[in-house]
């Protein structure tokens, strides 16, 4: 079944779109924050006027942290109070991989070769995150080109251990697989394209808007805020500030991934299609 | 292909209703070996249920539902013993032919190369790398026609197949399911069509309203009817003339 479902994958163009569209936005995203706004900021690169030049913002890439802030594959500007083209891309893949099969029929085929939907589940579940790994390891690739070579234009040395690079990429590749079986979890749940792409946008959303206040009414980020999806994926993937331990973060997002996909299984098991 | 002890499609007592009423009531018939069953009824009659019932897709409320003497889900390898066509073969427009047929052939866990062969056998090897999109209704039946023969199964189940298919498209239809028959499959055949049904079927089951009200070889029909298979289609339907 895994291998039908990745030719279902492959053999169709909205993941390709979306993996161009999300590709595209995220080296626009990289140019932006990481290359044009630190360039314009300390004068190499333009005419600002040096009184203005602290008012822009940009990524302090002498700092390790700043080159941190830089290398993930969400986009730079996605880190924290955004939501990121990519993020978007990401999550779009996977509620289309849930409901391309409703809108044209395949769900028939794929329940009558294997009469065990939980096991199409996995099946569509693995797909899809092998879709999300290749995904994340193209984005990986868009992040950490763009800091390297704007650190070598602007004549900044690397200040991020190589093994860190490494984790945090690897960290990436698995919280951008989770998402978008998360994202195939809500297709499947919504079954149609529109409510399952409002669905996902509509939460991740409401996520952001909820963190403004939250930290606007107590100064700080509670536990619980942390626990929310898009906040769980920046604490996995490592590249900013975050109180949730990593090992909590990452078997967060790995819970709620399972959650999703159990919702998904009861689901597809109690339908009539 | 050859013909076992074990009946290749069996309902029996099977009901489903749904919030807005009952769908199926009791409904029982057997596809024997060699045989093409025609499940006749007009629209909402409940053979699409029915079907659905048989192959897992609709869990009935009571009954049994049974391929090879066992429900679907308990078929091992199901595609290789039931070949289907419902809702057009399910085919992504983004699609081409082939890949449509390989996806099928790697669900049922056959070699690649067969999708050349069934591609032969429905005459759509010139149009298999061919988007989907820009099929006609026919060139889609015979593609998802393509994807019921991928494993070689011993059963057919088939929804509607000779929908939009040209006059020589229907004469091939009848043959290769005739065939199929002749060497040992069993057919169940849901059609609107009686002329086609008249020309391939062995046995035809008649819904009405969610029930079987009749379930009788073709020949005695034909027989006791003077040849008139629309006549005795419409007396237990109650169907307006002009229904086909």
């Given at each position: 079944m895994l291998r039908s479902e990745l030719l279902k994958i492959t053999t169709t163009t909205a993941p390709k779109i979306a993996l161009g569209v999300g590709a595209g936005g995220l080296i626009l995203t990289q140019l932006m924050s990481v290359s044009v706004l630190p360039a314009l900021a300390s004068g190499r690169m333009g005419a600002v006027p040096a009184e203005l030049r602290d008012a822009i913002?940009?990524?302090?890439?002498?700092?390790?942290?700043?080159?941190?802030?830089?290398?993930s594959p969400l986009g730079a500007s996605g880190g924290s109070g955004s939501l990121g083209i990519a993020v978007i891309a990401i999550v779009l893949m996977g509620v289309l991989a849930g409901t391309s099969d409703y809108r044209f029929g395949g769900i028939v085929s794929s329940f009558l070769a294997q009469p065990?939907?939980?096991?199409?589940?996995?099946?569509?579940?693995?797909?899809?995150?092998?879709?999300?790994?290749?995904?994340?390891?193209?984005?990986?690739?868009?992040?950490?080109?763009?800091?390297?070579?704007?650190?070598w234009f602007l004549g900044i040395p690397v200040a991020i251990d190589p093994i860190v690079i490494a984790a945090v990429l690897s960290r990436s590749l698995l919280a951008i697989a989770c998402l978008t079986i998360v994202g195939l979890a809500v297709g499947i749940l919504a079954r149609s394209q529109l409510a399952g792409v409002l669905i996902m946008l509509g939460v991740l959303l409401l996520e952001l808007v909820v963190q403004s206040i939250t930290q606007l009414i107590v100064g700080g980020m509670p536990v619980w805020a942390q626990l929310l999806p898009l906040a769980l994926t920046n604490t996995v993937i490592g590249t900013g500030e975050s109180e949730l331990p990593l090992p909590a973060a990452v078997a967060a997002l790995l819970g709620l991934t399972v959650v999703a996909l159990a919702l998904a299984a009861t689901a597809l098991r109690r339908r009539d299609v | 292909m050859t013909k076992t002890d074990t009946v290749p499609i069996r309902a029996r007592h099977l009901s489903k209703s749904y919030p807005s009423g009952a769908a199926v009531t009791d409904v029982s018939f057997t596809v024997a070996s060699g045989r093409v069953l025609g499940l006749l009824g007009?629209?909402?009659?409940?053979?699409?249920?029915?079907?659905?019932?048989?192959?897992?897709?609709?869990?009935?409320?009571?009954?049994?539902?049974?391929?090879?003497?066992?429900?679907?889900?308990?078929?091992?390898?199901?595609?290789?013993?039931?070949?289907?066509?419902?809702?057009?073969?399910?085919?992504?427009?983004?699609?081409?032919?082939?890949?449509?047929?390989?996806?099928a052939a790697a669900q049922a866990k056959v070699p690649a190369g067969r999708v050349d062969d069934v591609l032969t056998e429905v005459d759509m090897t010139q149009a298999a790398d061919r988007s989907i999109a820009g099929y006609s209704l026919g060139m889609r039946q015979r593609v998802a026609l393509a994807a019921a023969?991928?494993?070689?199964?011993?059963?057919?189940?088939?929804?509607?197949?000779?929908?939009?298919?040209?006059?020589a498209g229907m004469h091939w239809l009848r043959q290769r399911i005739r065939a199929f028959a002749d060497a040992g499959g069993a057919v169940l055949l849901s059609s609107h069509v009686l002329s086609d049904v008249q020309q391939i079927a062995d046995d035809i089951v008649v819904m009405q309203a969610g029930r079987v009200v009749a379930d009788t070889p073709l020949a005695d029909v034909l027989h006791e009817q003077g040849g008139d298979l629309e006549r005795f289609y419409l007396e237990l339907t109650n169907a307006p003339s002009g229904v086909r």
């Open positions: 913002p940009s990524l302090d890439l002498v700092t390790s942290s700043g080159q941190l802030a830089a290398l065990n939907r939980v096991r199409v589940l996995l099946a569509k579940a693995g797909a899809t995150g092998v879709a999300g790994l290749v995904t994340g390891a193209l984005f990986a690739v868009v992040s950490t080109a763009t800091l390297l070579g704007t650190l | 007009p629209n909402g009659a409940g053979k699409t249920t029915t079907i659905r019932m048989l192959l897992g897709l609709v869990a009935p409320d009571s009954g049994d539902a049974l391929i090879t003497d066992r429900p679907y889900s308990a078929l091992g390898r199901p595609l290789q013993t039931i070949g289907t066509m419902l809702d057009a073969g399910g085919l992504h427009p983004g699609r081409t032919g082939r890949q449509h047929l390989l996806i023969l991928v494993a070689s199964p011993n059963i057919l189940v088939l929804d509607e197949p000779a929908n939009g298919l040209d006059p």
